[in-house]
């Protein structure tokens, strides 16, 4: 009817609602924040060179293939800039 018969939607959802109470539980922790950009950070620029790689070979065009790299490195950056900003300030009230 509306595609719940495939349990796959369970166990995606599952996964979000899991990942989000341990990110709720641990966030408090500067050094857990700045260890959890670097690695979406990492993944992103692991997509970069995936769409990199993939513009070269041609399975992809190339505009396709930047438009989706340029964002990534924008998610990157705001990612890392927000958790920077957020540990400096939290280190100035102290």
Avoid: C
């Amino acid at each position: 009817m509306l595609g719940l018969n495939d349990i796959q939607y369970l166990y995606e959802f599952l996964f979000w609602l899991i990942t989000f109470l341990i990110l709720k539980m641990v966030w408090h922790k500067p050094r857990f924040r700045l260890a959890y950009a670097y690695v979406v950070a990492g993944f992103n620029l692991f997509a970069i060179v995936m769409y990199t790689l993939s513009s070269i070979s041609g399975q992809m065009d190339p505009l396709t293939s930047f438009s989706f790299a340029f964002l990534h490195v924008m998610v990157s950056t705001v990612m890392l800039t927000l958790v920077y900003k957020e540990i400096r300030m939290e280190n100035k009230e102290r």
